[in-house]
């Protein structure tokens, strides 16, 4: 099927190790996003993609790296973990603006213990 | 900073009975307004999407009306049913989103 896949789907860290979220769209998708849904709150954007080869920090980077392989992949990285990181994380993608909105995955949720 | 709010935060109804969803966001000059539904542990289902030039899409039993000057829009989903239930995020943005916190519909057969 098509649309945007994450692995792993769960996940349990230790406080200090590191660990790479990944994430593939086969859409062809320019734009790729990755956000944290934490309890009572909305989405929030941790980095994006405008394109191939580019990379922006959004609303809550810290504690975080992405690289976009390539087109259809866009990976988080997570290289000390903290408690604080416990969250439940989305990667998301779209095509360009005027082009429709966005696909997400179905999510990893992420525990640091 | 767009902040985007939804009231109420939860939301509990019979069966058959119409929902009204609302969003409202702080920053009116928006280039998209798109309304997701997600299922408990699960990810996000886009249902409706509303471009700035547009005032509302249907979908099915689904309608979302945008009105940018008073920064809001509605979610109108006609006769529930118990598989209505979720919670219904809103989301305005163009190259990055910002999403209100959601509405959690609970439709009582």
């Known amino acids: 099927n098509a649309g945007v896949t994450q692995t792993p789907k769960f996940q349990v860290l230790k406080t200090g190790q590191s660990m790479t979220l990944q994430c593939a769209q086969d859409m062809n998708h320019n734009s790729m996003y990755w956000y944290r849904q934490d309890p009572g709150m909305g989405l929030r954007l941790i980095y994006y993609s405008a394109s191939e080869g580019t990379t922006d920090k959004g609303e809550v980077p810290n504690g975080y790296n992405v690289s976009r392989l390539n087109k259809r992949e866009f990976s988080l990285r997570l290289e000390s973990a903290a408690p604080s990181q416990t969250s439940v994380y989305f990667c998301a993608s779209r095509a360009d603006r005027g082009r429709g909105g966005y696909t997400f995955g179905s999510g990893t949720r992420l525990t640091v213990v | 900073k767009q902040e985007v709010t939804q009231i109420p935060a939860a939301l509990s109804v019979p069966e058959g009975e119409n929902l009204v969803l609302n969003c409202s966001f702080t920053d009116s000059a928006i280039y998209n307004l798109q309304w997701f539904r997600q299922d408990p542990g699960k990810g996000l289902t886009s249902l409706l999407l509303?471009?700035?030039?547009?005032r509302e899409q249907t979908s099915g039993r689904l309608n979302a009306s945008l009105d940018k000057s008073s920064g809001r829009s509605t979610l109108y989903i006609a006769a529930s049913q118990p598989g209505d239930s979720a919670t219904y995020l809103c989301?305005?943005?163009?190259?990055?989103?910002?999403f209100g916190a959601g509405t959690t519909v609970t439709v009582r057969a």
């Open positions: 989301a305005v943005g163009d190259y990055k989103l910002s």
């Open positions: 509303i471009q700035s030039s547009q």
